[in-house]
């Protein structure tokens, strides 16, 4: 009996060990794991910087509109639809999507008086292949912001990929084209 008694004893205190030890591993473990984690993340940013602030055809884009402009006009390019624009707060209150929209679109180009900095027009970018709902819709909805707020839009409509000549030619053959028709429509204000 005292053999049994010395046997349960000893196993009871293995495992009370056991138990005590226990939690303490687990939490060694996981701190080894916790520091694994951040010195992998220390190794591998979770960011990275851009390769460039604009892709070749923006960059071509903003060139020719920066070309064409000349000295009284600045072409700024990916601006924020937030920065162009504001909403009236009962706008604001009563459609919440809209606000979310203006915050977080933004437009290829925007040119604007080099003196005054007054918004001129708005320059977009529109891939011909890119006819998806959501894409049209995107579209439809910023031509309406910016009619609402008195922004003329001049899409520019173009096949991927575009040689840099042909961009070019497409940009001045769309901003003459916009501007003609502003001319006319403002001899016909003027007449009226």
């Known amino acids: 009996m005292p053999t049994i008694l010395i046997a349960l004893g000893a196993v009871s205190g293995v495992v009370m060990v056991i138990s005590l030890a226990w939690p303490l591993l687990m939490h060694f473990k996981l701190l080894r794991h916790k520091l694994h984690r951040?010195?992998?993340?220390?190794?591998?940013?979770?960011?990275?910087?851009?390769d460039a602030f604009l892709d070749e055809s923006q960059r071509h884009t903003l060139e020719s509109l920066q070309a064409m402009?000349?000295?009284?006009?600045?072409?700024?390019p990916r601006i924020r639809l937030a920065e162009l624009l504001t909403l009236a707060k009962g706008d604001l209150a009563h459609n919440p999507k809209l606000g979310q929209f203006v915050q977080t679109q933004t437009?290829?180009?925007?040119?604007?008086?080099?003196?005054?900095?007054?918004?001129?027009?708005?320059?977009?970018?529109?891939?011909?292949?890119?006819?998806?709902?959501?894409?049209?819709?995107?579209?439809?909805?910023?031509?309406?912001?910016?009619?609402?707020?008195?922004?003329?839009?001049?899409?520019?409509?173009?096949?991927v990929p575009k040689s840099t000549h042909q961009l070019a030619k497409s940009v001045q053959e769309s901003l003459v084209s916009f501007l003609d028709s502003a001319h006319t429509s403002k001899k016909s204000i003027q007449a009226a």
């Open 107 to 159: 437009v290829d180009f925007a040119v604007c008086d080099r003196s005054s900095h007054q918004i001129m027009l708005v320059v977009e970018l529109r891939n011909a292949e890119d006819q998806t709902p959501a894409t049209l819709a995107r579209r439809a909805q910023l031509d309406d912001v910016l009619e609402m707020a008195g922004i003329p839009l001049l899409p520019i409509t173009h096949q």
């Open 38 to 50: 951040i010195g992998r993340m220390r190794a591998q940013p979770r960011y990275r910087k851009a």
């Open 69 to 76: 402009m000349g000295e009284q006009l600045a072409v700024f």
